[in-house]
């Protein structure tokens, strides 16, 4: 097994990253508005709806006409107003309530409504500006990018095939208003040197965790290998035992993990049991708020079992989700300090390393290096 630890202690990046506005702005224009960024679940999307999100701070509709999603710039090519001032259906057409310039579900411009066109005015040349859009898993994403950047995961975009993750429903959901830069959630995320101190629970149900480590490569104190969950547990939940019967197209391999970590940066991650499927979303709201959104993910039949209790199962990963967002926002107030320009990582932190080069080649690409 090779060790991912490094060899060296990178710094940080600087303190201001996290709270300065310019800064900030720069990360909304070269990597929300450039990545893919997931905004929700299919089933979030109806047949013959208009739904409005945010990426990146631009304002977007995801329209539903009943056969395709399609998502546009949320403003009207006639003088810019916005144009669905808020989720609605869909008719038949989309109209501007300013001046009612109408547009198809696919984006063309049908009519400028009282305004004359005059010759040298093309309709076609002012459709709705679009964003693109990918369903992946069930999860849609959307890019504000003028080219579609390739779609990437950490560990591969085939890793949840065997999870049947189109026909899942939401069982629970889980939102909450981080007081800290999105950058901090990644870090917390990144590494587990905070696990023995500030998760218990979670450290008693991965024995790994207890060591400060993610994975067994990670390790150096030469041990035997330990399970991937406490003996006798299954998944996360309170008792480690499924909530309902297990994905019947796992591997054995995949039983035995006990979850598995899917990243997508710089929005969402999954996390995938025996027994259900839990998908974490991140909406940086200002260099010091993170809105996070988590949903337990179920097959029907788990759903349908007489006095199934959904937030009872997500009470585990819960805690977990608590604990982090308690130690991240204990790191914003302490990023506040006018006495801390950057910090150091330690080996085990190779994975925020790595996040941090992933968001400076991104500014850099764009434009915005510090
Ligand atoms: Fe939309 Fe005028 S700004 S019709
Ligand atoms: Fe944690």
Known sequence: MTSPLLDHSPASLPARSYRDAGWHEGELAAVWRQEWVAVGRRTDFPERTIRRRTIGGAEVIVVNDGKVLRAFHNVCRHRGSELCTADTP??????????????????????????????????????LLPVHLKIWNDVVFLSAAEEAPEFQT?????????????????GHRH???????????????????HCPGIHPGLSDMIPVYKLGVMAEAERSDGGAALP????????WTEDGQPCGPPFPGLTEAERAEGHRFVTIWPSAYVVAHVDYVRLVRLEPLSPTETRLTAEWLFPEET????????SAV????????????????MNQRGLASPAFAAGRLMPQEYEIHAFHQWVLKRLARGGHAP
């Open 228 to 235: 991937a969950l406490k003996e006798g547990a299954m998944t």
């Open 90 to 127: 869909l008719g038949r057409l989309i109209s501007c309530p300013y001046h009612a310039w109408a547009y198809a579900p696919d984006g063309r411009l049908m009519s400028t409504a009282f305004g004359t066109a005059t010759p040298d005015f093309d309709r076609t040349e002012h459709g």
């Open 154 to 170: 950490d560990v591969g975009t085939r890793t949840l095939a065997n999870w049947p993750m189109e026909s899942l429903r939401t």
């Open 303 to 310: 759903l349908a079992q007489p006095g199934f209790d959904a």
């Open 314 to 329: 997500a009470r585990f990963a819960t805690q977990v989700l608590n604990e982090d967002a308690a130690a991240c926002e």
């Open 175 to 193: 939102e909450a208003i981080i007081q800290c830069n999105w950058k901090v959630f990644w870090e917390n995320y990144s590494e587990c040197l």
